[in-house]
């Protein structure tokens, strides 16, 4: 599948192909054989390729799903202030962004797209030796949520 991907990459434009750079971030990410730390170094490569077209101005829902792969491979590797620092982005992003939307749906897709990150995000203040903020993130986290939706 790598092959079939690294071919594609070289046939799209940059717009086109950030569908590809994140597939390849996913295969390498979740392949088992040669060097697992190699691996994972290859896979945030290919997301940070993506993450280079896939901006939050223009491509909101793909850039939290973006985030949410690189903290998942952050994870793997056992690097919880970084985990933490995009959770904590995701959050201050999604504030941001739902405060302004009037449009249910929309506001709903972003929603689902930043909360496994933020599960993510109180896994790894947990991790970190700090139950208590992880908890404080979580209820902040909820209570955005919920705010938007009533409003």
């Known amino acids: 599948m790598i092959a079939l991907v690294r ?8 717009l086109t192909a950030n569908t590809e750079w994140a597939r390849l971030h996913v295969a390498y990410r979740k392949r088992a054989r ?17 993450l ?26 056992g690097n919880w202030p970084q985990v933490e620092r995009i959770a904590r982005e ?13 449009n249910w749906y929309e506001m709903r897709r972003l929603i689902g797209a930043a909360s496994a990150t933020k599960n993510l995000g109180v896994l790894a203040i947990a991790q970190q030796g ?7 993130f ?14």
């Open 34 to 50: 040669d060097d697992p730390a190699a691996n994972l170094k290859r896979s945030q490569i290919h997301l940070c390729a993506a």
């Open 7 to 14: 071919l594609a990459l070289r046939i799209h434009d940059a």
């Open 52 to 77: 280079s077209v896939r901006s939050r101005e223009h491509f909101p829902t793909d850039w939290l799903r973006s985030q949410h792969s690189l903290a998942l491979t952050e994870t793997q590797a």
């Open 90 to 102: 995701v959050m201050r992003f999604l504030e941001g962004a739902i405060a302004g939307l009037v």
């Open 130 to 136: 700090n139950v208590a903020e992880a908890f404080t």
């Open 138 to 151: 979580l209820i902040q986290g909820r209570g955005l949520v919920h705010r938007a939706l009533l409003r």
